[in-house]
């Protein structure tokens, strides 16, 4: 399997623009989870998803983000309109429901505003 | 809520001896706890994960124990070596994945 996929690995952006970042977890996962990395706060959960279903939201930080999961391999994280305190690493990592399985990351997406 | 402290948040060692990260959390109804390590400016590689049943995980040099009791975990890297450079991170799992801060590891040749 390839793991978890993360596109872009980059994005740089103006203050004001619309980000939308994305994710392909591994086949047979059906736990998604997004996290955001800053060097103050650390690594943060945003949303999980059980079965493409949000279960948890309450890490998103404002209403200028959006996550969604139409399907079992596809998950996007919107973020507008963008901001520099957005500037972070966002993660996503996938583990299956049930069982006693670690979680799998993918690379991640390096986020800069200006 | 969760709380992971792992401490110390740095440490510098000559290559060759051993080191000897610690990770504590507050709540004891944890699934399992994972270990990481992340290279500066990439993502997180897994190294050892240790299921709530379990006292201990064993990867080469690497050997984890749990005490769920107390709420530690230990991580253990034998021999260290340069590449062994890395921040570590520390994560528990009840229904989602909370993190440590992070030990910062440099291994001096």
């Known amino acids: 399997d390839a793991g978890v996929i993360q596109s872009p690995r980059h994005e740089v952006t103006e203050m004001g623009q619309e980000v939308t970042l994305r994710c392909k977890p591994i086949?047979?996962?059906?736990?998604l989870f997004w996290y955001r990395q800053t060097m103050m706060r650390g690594l943060e959960l945003l949303i999980y998803f059980n079965n493409n279903v949000p279960i948890d939201d309450s890490g998103m930080p404002e209403d200028r983000f959006s996550a969604k999961m139409p399907n079992a391999s596809f998950s996007t994280l919107k973020i507008q309109p963008s901001e520099p305190r957005d500037s972070a690493v966002y993660f996503c990592?996938?583990?299956?429901?049930?069982?006693?399985?670690?979680?799998?990351f993918g690379s991640g997406t390096r986020l800069t505003v200006v | 809520k969760q709380e992971v402290t792992q401490i110390p948040a740095a440490l510098s060692v000559p290559e060759g001896e051993n080191l000897v990260l610690n990770c504590s959390f507050t709540d004891s109804a944890i699934y399992n706890l994972q270990w990481f390590r992340q290279d500066p400016g990439k993502g997180l590689t897994s190294l050892l994960l240790?299921?709530?049943?379990?006292r201990e995980q064993t990867s080469g040099r690497l050997n984890a124990s749990l005490d769920k009791s107390s709420g530690r975990s230990t991580l253990y890297i034998a021999a260290s070596q340069p590449g062994d450079s890395a921040t570590y991170l520390c994560a528990v799992s009840d229904y989602k994945l909370s993190f440590g801060a992070g030990t910062t590891v440099t291994v001096r040749a």
């Open positions: 086949s047979g996962h059906d736990s």
């Open positions: 240790i299921q709530s049943s379990q």
């Open positions: 990592a996938s583990r299956p429901i049930w069982g006693d399985y670690g979680y799998t």
